[in-house]
């Protein structure tokens, strides 16, 4: 045969990414993702440690079990069970009382962000970030036209609010993300500062608490009532819910947003089983959250002892803890890995992240973590 013949019922698949009509400014583009290894130890996608309970897993087959024999049909197209759950439970959460009406879900909370992007952003207008921060966020800006400007932290990695003010002032985007508690860095931006940049913000401001529940801080959704035609509160299930398989996210926000991204949203974007789990998931939340706080003081327990070990930790209010200085980030990466432990290279020099594991994953961290820096200080 020669290169391109090929029998019938075969694919040909010798064609290279860049010989497609991809969009210009996707090429050179990476696809998301952290490496998926089999590891005695694995501490590097942010995974709550704890699997569901017993009790949640006989209720979600007992649910699963009513579900199934309408699976002919359609869901529930605006998720309204759901919602009304996840508005009880935001309610007591944070103590900001919502109703269905403000709250909307999707799959994952990266789903909800990139209908917003859909909805708010697009082409001829600008998402601004400040980086380091989640790495979707300009992934999803590029997805959906959007050009996303990127302010950099200061060197203590949390918001310089002057500069981030004076970008905001200069470049007036339609879109501000705040990532609070920030991933991958896990410091938390004040309500304060966060009434300054809705002030100073032309467009929409989206605050993505993923980690919320590990905070002590407040949650912006007290800013809802202030902000109401500019704040959304963007929030998820995989982290403090054991729930990263269910893809389960929502967002908090005045009624006119769920009307803005009911314009975009896929038609029936939330299966039948999705909903049914989450759920259960919500209704098991005080045993699940129990979790959290158990992460809490391994958290407060993993940065005390990098600290004395000699490691820069940033103070974290999330279930991470982002850490350093290396000269070679990525080598260091490599030593952990070569002791059996996956944490995460993020790509910002001279530091690394750990997810809060078991008790037994984050000893075994530690010992690596011991081991690495006496064999730096030994060869210096």
Same mark, same amino acid.
């Given at each position: 045969m020669t290169k391109h013949e090929f029998q019938p019922g075969t694919i040909? +698949?010798?064609?290279?990414?860049? *010989?497609?009509?991809?969009?210009?400014?996707?090429?050179?583009?990476?696809?998301?993702?952290?490496?998926?290894?089999?590891?005695? =130890?694995?501490?590097n996608t942010n995974e709550n440690p704890y699997a569901p309970s017993q009790e949640l897993i006989d209720d979600l087959v007992?649910?699963? =079990?009513k579900v199934a024999p309408t699976l002919n049909r359609y869901p529930e197209r605006d998720s309204v069970e759901l919602r009304d759950e996840l508005a009880a439970y935001v309610s007591r959460q944070t103590g900001v009382t919502v109703t269905r009406d403000n709250v909307?879900? !999707?799959n994952g909370s990266n789903e909800v962000?990139?209908?917003?992007?859909? *909805? #708010?952003?697009?082409?001829?207008?600008? +998402?601004?970030?400040?980086?380091?921060?989640?790495s979707m966020h300009p992934i999803l800006s590029a997805g959906t036209q959007t050009e996303f400007i990127a302010v950099p932290r200061g060197a203590d990695f949390r918001i310089n609010m002057d500069a981030a003010l004076d970008a905001i002032a200069r470049k007036s985007p339609d879109v501000v993300f705040v990532t609070t508690p920030n991933n991958p860095t896990g410091d938390v931006t004040s309500i304060d500062d966060l009434r300054r940049i809705l002030d100073a913000a032309p467009g929409i401001v989206i605050v993505d608490e993923a980690y919320a529940e590990f905070s002590p801080s407040p949650s912006a959704t007290t800013l809802i009532d202030a902000y109401p035609t500019k704040l959304v509160v963007s929030r998820t299930m995989s982290k403090a819910f054991d729930f990263a398989g269910g893809r389960l996210?929502?967002?908090?926000?005045?009624?006119? #947003?769920?009307? +803005?991204?009911?314009? =975009?949203?896929?038609?029936?974007?939330?299966?039948?089983?999705?909903? %049914?789990? &989450?759920?259960?998931?919500?209704?098991? !939340?005080?045993?699940?959250l129990g979790g959290v706080d158990k992460l809490a003081r391994e958290r407060v327990r993993v940065d005390?002892?990098?600290? %004395?070990?000699?490691?820069?930790?940033?103070?974290?209010?999330?279930?991470?803890? #982002?850490?350093?200085?290396?000269d070679d980030a990525h080598a260091a990466w490599q030593k952990f890995l070569d002791r059996g432990v996956l944490i995460r290279d993020v790509g910002v020099p001279g530091h690394l992240r =750990?997810?809060?594991?078991?008790?037994?994953?984050?000893? &075994?961290f530690l010992a690596a973590a011991k081991e690495i820096i006496n064999d730096t200080i030994a060869h210096r």
């Open positions: 040909c +698949a010798d064609v290279e990414l860049g *010989a497609l009509p991809l969009r210009e400014e996707l090429r050179g583009q990476h696809a998301y993702g952290a490496p998926q290894l089999q590891v005695p =130890v694995t501490l007992e649910q699963i =079990v909307w879900a !999707a962000l990139q209908q917003l992007l859909q *909805a #708010f952003g697009g082409p001829g207008r600008t +998402a601004m970030g400040f980086t380091p921060s989640y996210g929502y967002f908090v926000a005045a009624p006119a #947003f769920i009307e +803005a991204v009911m314009l =975009v949203r896929l038609p029936y974007h939330l299966s039948a089983l999705s909903q %049914a789990a &989450a759920i259960v998931a919500l209704r098991h !939340a005080e045993e699940t005390a002892e990098l600290t %004395a070990m000699g490691y820069d930790v940033v103070p974290s209010e999330s279930n991470f803890v #982002f850490f350093g200085h290396f =750990v997810t809060i594991g078991l008790d037994s994953e984050n000893n &075994a």
